[in-house]
C-alpha cells in the first residue's frame, strides 16, 4: 500500500536533493572540473564552485573560501553572474575576525563546519530560505549570543551549535523536523528553549548537557527548561532526561500517516504514559496500521491496548519496549511482522514452545528439539512474518483450517520440512513463505489461493512436482526460482497454472510472443530483461498483468528499467491489454471486441457447466476465492450476492428447467 505523507513540502523535497548529491559526490575545494563536475573559481575575496546544472539550476554556485579580513560581512547573492545557493564545508573556519555575517537570501543549505571556530562570531542572520544547517556548523562560536532559526529550516545537523558557550537564546521555527545529537551541547548559558510541536526527532544530548569537570561524559545542566507541548517531543524529552518541562498546550501523543485509502497508520508515540490505549480513530481517520518500528524503544510502556480497527502490526513494531508486560491485539489482526514484540517483558515471560499473539502464532521460543513436528492449536488466525524462520529442526508443521493469513518468511529456510498443506482458509501465499526450504519435495496449494507471492518457493530445490490451482492469477518475481520443477521446464514460456510466469532460456532476436487461450495472470516481471521480445499477444481472459512484467529491459547506466521502442501489444479493444499498453505508452493494436463473458461461466472456458457449478458452491463454502469479475458472473440471479441460489438456479439451467 502506498502511502500518503500527513505533510509533504516542496522544501523537503529540496533537502534530500542537496543532501543526496553531496553524499555521493562530494564538491572538492580548489579543483578545477569540467561538463557536469564543478568549477572552482576565485573572485575578490571569496572562492567558489559552480554547480551542476542537471541539479541545481543553471548559473548556480557555492562559496568554498574566503580571503578577506572584514569583521561585518555581507556575503553577496550572487558572484559573477553566479547565484549563491550554498556555504561550502569549511568555508569560514577559524576566521577570528568575523564578528557579524549576514547570509543573502539566495542560500539554501549551509555546510558541515562553515562558521565553525569562529570565536568572534556575535551575530549570525540566516535567511528564510536555508533548508538545512549541516553538523559542526556553529560549532565552538563562543561568542554567539543568540540565533533564530528560520521557517525554511527542516534539519538541524549534529552538533550544528556544540560549544556556543555564549549562545543564551534559540529560536526554533516550527518547520524543524529534526534537531541532530549534541545540537546544543556545552551551551552552558542556554537554561531553557522552546520546542515546536512538529519536531519529530531530536538526537541525544541535543539541550541542557555540558561536559563534566573530568571531560569523560556529558551531565545534565542544573535547571534546564523545555517549552513544548504536553504529548509532544518535547515534553518526552524533557522527561526522558529529567529537565523541568512547562506546558504550552496540548497535542496528541501519536504520530501517524494518512493512507492511500484516507485511513491512519501509527508511526510513532511522544506520550509518557506507562498504560497505552491505541485509538481507534484520530483526526477522522480510521487507525487500521502499526508501523514497523512506531514504537521502539519505549521502555516506559508496562501496557498496550491495541484497537478492533486495527490489521496489521508491522516488524519491531514494540520491539526493546523492556518493560511491556501486557498486550491486548483484537482478533481483527491479519497481519503481524517480524519480531515485532522482541526483548519485551512479554516475550520473556511466555514459556518455550509455540509462542502465540492474540490468535497468531508468533514464533517459537526456546531450543526446538531434533526433527520437531508443531500442531498449531486450533483457533489460531494467523502465522506472524518470520514465525519459524531458519529453524531447522523443524520437520512438519500442522496447520488448521481456522489459519487465514500466512505472513512472509514464515517458514523461510526451515531446511527439515519435507511437505506442507495449506489449508483452503488461506487466500494468499505470502512474499519468502517457503524460500530456502530445500527438503520441501511436496506442498498442497488448495484452491482458495489466488495469489502467490515474490520468491515464495525459491530455492526448494527438492520441489519437483508442483500443482498450481486454476484461481491463482497472480504471481510475484522469482516465486519458483531454483527449485526442481522450474528447472525441469522446457526453454520457452513457462506457465505455472494459468498464469505465464516467466521465459526461459535464450530468446531469439525479433521475438514474438502469443499467450495460451485461457491464460488469467502474467506475473511480475515475467519477461523483463527479454531485449529481443518485440511484441505479445494477450487473450481476453488475462485478469492481470504484474509490474514490469513486459516490454522494459533493465539499463545499467540508469540502473532502472527503459521500455523497448516500438514495443507492440496485440489484444482485444477494452480489455487489460489494451490498458496496461496506454499506460505504459506502447503501441497497442486490437485485434477485435472482447466477446461479453457468459452469466455463470465462472472458470471462462466458453460453456456453462457443471464445473462451474463446483467451483460456485466452494466459493459459496469459503474454499475457493473469486475475483470480482468471478463474482459478477456467479450471481446469476443479479441479487447483488453469490450464495446457493446460484447454484440452484445453474443446476436447473443445465437441465434444462431455467434460462439464464
Avoid at 561524559?217 to 529537565?243: C, Q, R, V
Avoid at 508501523?291 to 513494531?317: C, Q, W
Avoid at 528447472?487 to 514460456?493: E, K, L, R, S, T
Avoid at 540508469?558 to 480489455?575: A, C, Q, R
Wanted: charged share 20%; hydrophobic share 40%; with cysteine.
Amino acid at each position: 500500500m502506498r502511502r500518503k505523507l500527513k505533510k509533504l513540502t516542496s522544501v523537503c523535497l529540496a533537502v534530500i536533493m542537496i543532501v543526496s548529491v553531496l553524499t555521493v559526490a562530494p564538491f572538492t575545494a580548489g579543483a578545477v572540473m569540467t561538463d557536469s563536475d564543478c568549477v572552482s573559481v576565485k573572485s575578490g575575496d571569496f572562492e567558489y564552485e559552480v554547480l551542476d546544472e542537471e541539479w541545481f539550476g543553471e548559473k548556480t554556485a557555492m562559496i568554498t573560501d574566503y580571503y578577506g579580513n572584514a569583521t561585518e560581512l555581507v556575503i553577496p547573492s550572487e558572484i559573477d553572474g553566479y547565484d549563491i545557493i550554498g556555504i561550502s564545508w569549511d568555508t569560514f573556519n577559524y576566521n577570528t575576525n568575523l564578528v557579524s555575517v549576514v547570509i543573502p537570501d539566495s542560500v539554501i543549505f549551509i555546510g558541515a563546519f562553515a562558521f565553525s571556530n569562529c570565536t568572534s562570531l556575535k551575530s549570525i542572520t540566516i535567511p528564510d530560505s536555508v533548508t538545512e544547517i549541516e553538523e559542526y556548523a556553529f560549532e565552538s562560536c563562543t561568542s554567539l549570543v543568540s540565533v533564530v532559526i528560520p521557517d525554511s529550516v527542516v534539519d538541524i545537523g549534529e552538533y550544528a551549535f556544540y560549544g556556543c558557550e555564549s549562545l543564551t537564546d534559540v529560536t526554533i521555527s516550527n518547520n524543524v523536523d529534526e534537531i541532530g545529537w549534541g545540537a546544543f551541547v556545552e551551551c552552558h548559558k542556554l537554561k531553557s528553549v522552546t520546542i515546536p510541536c512538529n519536531v519529530g526527532y531530536i538526537g541525544d544530548y541535543a539541550f541542557g548537557y555540558i561536559i563534566n569537570e573530568y571531560g569523560t561524559h556529558y551531565k545534565p545542566m542544573d535547571g534546564f527548561t523545555i517549552y513544548g507541548y504536553t504529548n509532544s517531543l518535547a515534553g518526552l524529552y524533557a522527561y526522558e532526561n529529567g529537565f523541568t518541562f512547562v506546558s504550552i498546550g496540548e497535542v496528541s501523543p501519536f504520530i501517524y500517516e494518512v493512507l492511500d485509502d484516507e485511513t491512519a497508520m501509527i508511526t510513532g508515540y511522544n506520550g509518557i504514559e506507562s498504560n497505552m490505549s491505541i485509538p481507534s480513530e484520530i483526526d477522522g481517520y480510521t487507525v487500521v496500521e502499526i508501523d514497523e518500528f512506531a514504537f521502539e524503544n519505549s521502555t516506559r510502556l508496562t501496557s498496550v491496548t491495541i484497537p478492533d480497527s486495527v490489521a496489521a502490526i508491522g516488524s519491531y513494531a514494540f520491539s526493546e519496549c523492556t518493560n511491556l508486560k501486557t498486550i491486548t491485539i483484537p482478533d481483527n489482526v491479519t497481519y503481524i511482522g517480524a519480531f515485532v514484540f522482541e526483548n519485551t517483558a512479554w516475550y520473556n515471560n511466555q514459556p518455550d514452545g509455540v509462542v502465540y499473539a492474540g490468535k497468531f502464532a508468533y514464533t517459537y521460543k526456546g531450543r526446538m528439539p531434533k526433527n520437531a513436528s508443531i500442531t498449531l492449536k486450533d483457533g489460531t488466525k494467523g502465522i506472524a512474518a518470520c514465525a519459524f524462520e531458519y529453524f531447522l529442526s523443524l520437520v512438519n508443521v500442522t496447520i488448521p483450517d481456522s489459519v487465514t493469513y500466512i505472513c512472509s518468511s514464515a517458514f523461510s529456510y526451515c531446511e527439515g520440512i519435507e511437505s506442507i498443506t495449506i489449508p483452503d482458509s488461506v487466500k494468499e501465499i505470502s512474499n519468502y513463505v517457503f524460500d530456502g526450504c530445500d527438503s520441501l519435495a511436496d506442498i498442497t496449494i488448495p484452491d482458495s489461493i489466488t495469489e502467490i507471492g515474490s520468491y515464495a518457493f525459491r530455492d526448494c530445490t527438492s520441489l519437483e512436482s508442483l500443482t498450481i490451482p486454476e484461481s491463482v492469477i497472480k504471481i510475484g518475481e522469482g516465486a519458483f526460482e531454483n527449485t526442481a520443477w522450474y528447472n525441469n521446464q522446457p526453454d520457452g514460456v513457462v506457465y505455472a497454472g494459468k498464469v505465464a510466469y516467466t521465459y526461459k532460456g535464450d530468446m531469439p532476436e525479433n521475438t514474438s510472443i502469443t499467450l495460451e487461450d485461457g491464460t488469467r495472470g502474467i506475473s511480475d516481471y515475467a519477461f523483463e530483461s527479454c531485449e529481443f521480445l518485440t511484441s505479445i499477444t494477450i487473450p481476453d481472459s488475462v485478469e492481470y498483468i504484474g509490474e514490469y512484467a513486459f516490454g522494459y529491459i533493465w539499463d545499467e547506466d540508469e540502473w532502472w528499467y527503459k521500455p523497448v521502442d516500438n514495443f507492440t501489444i496485440y489484444g482485444y479493444t477494452g480489455s487489460l491489454a489494451e490498458e496496461y499498453a496506454h499506460e505504459n505508452g506502447f503501441i497497442f493494436i486490437s485485434v477485435g471486441e472482447a466477446p461479453m463473458p457468459s452469466l455463470g461461466d465462472v472458470n471462462g472456458d466458453g460453456k456453462i457447466s457443471i464445473d462451474d457449478v463446483t467451483d460456485i458452491q466452494k466459493y459459496v463454502a469459503n474454499m475457493l476465492a473469486f475475483t470480482e469479475n468471478q463474482e459478477a458472473l456467479a450471481d446469476v440471479d443479479m441479487d447483488g450476492k453469490v450464495s446457493i441460489d446460484d447454484v440452484t438456479l445453474i443446476q436447473k439451467y443445465l437441465a434444462g428447467m431455467a434460462t439464464i
